[in-house]
């Protein structure tokens, strides 16, 4: 590790996750991504890597006491809209209870920093291709839904935590 500021990134072995990290590292940040491998890849990952659930609350404890994390950005999630509507638990379960197994994980290690990686399924069938953050939120699966969840809840968290 460096005396770079370290960024954890959950669902880091993911495309998107995959490719955060990089720019990331890119950019003066130190990653370290912590990913299950339900759907990532190892292969995908450079640097740091931690293999573990956001379910797991001691294994997430564990990555905050190891690393100094100054910040989060959240891409773990379960993402297939089909699937969501014919197991929407799920959904809920990784998408909703990890958040908030990752946001007192977070709060016990005095991390403050987020950026949370959302859809544009929280909107469901909007009727504009245009949207603003703004627009109402009507979700039509329970993937957008535990994803508008999430949004809801980390609009709480800062309300009450800062």
């Avoid at 912590?34 to 995908?44: A, E, M, P």
């Avoid at 905050?64 to 993402?79: E, T």
């Avoid at 627009?135 to 935590?161: F, T």
Wanted: aromatic content about 10%.
């Amino acid at each position: 590790m460096t005396n770079r500021p370290i960024v954890l990134v959950t669902g880091g072995a993911g495309y998107i996750g995959s490719h955060c990290a990089r720019a990331l590292s890119a950019a003066g940040y130190e990653p370290v991504v912590y990913d299950n491998l339900t759907t990532g890849h190892r292969d995908f990952v450079q640097g740091e890597f931690m293999v573990g659930d956001l379910l797991d609350a001691a294994r997430l404890a564990m990555a905050f006491s190891w690393y100094k994390i100054a910040a989060v950005v959240h891409f773990a999630a379960a993402s297939l809209v089909g699937e969501s509507v014919i197991n929407p638990h799920k959904y809920y379960l990784n998408n909703v209870a990890g958040t908030l197994s990752l946001l007192e994980a977070m709060q016990q290690a005095g991390c403050r920093r987020i950026v949370f990686s959302s859809t544009g399924a929280v909107y469901g069938n909007a009727d504009s291709k245009e949207l603003s953050e703004d627009y109402p939120c009507v979700p039509i699966n329970a993937y957008g839904a535990s994803k508008g969840m999430v949004e809801r809840i980390l609009a709480d968290y800062r309300s009450a935590y800062g």
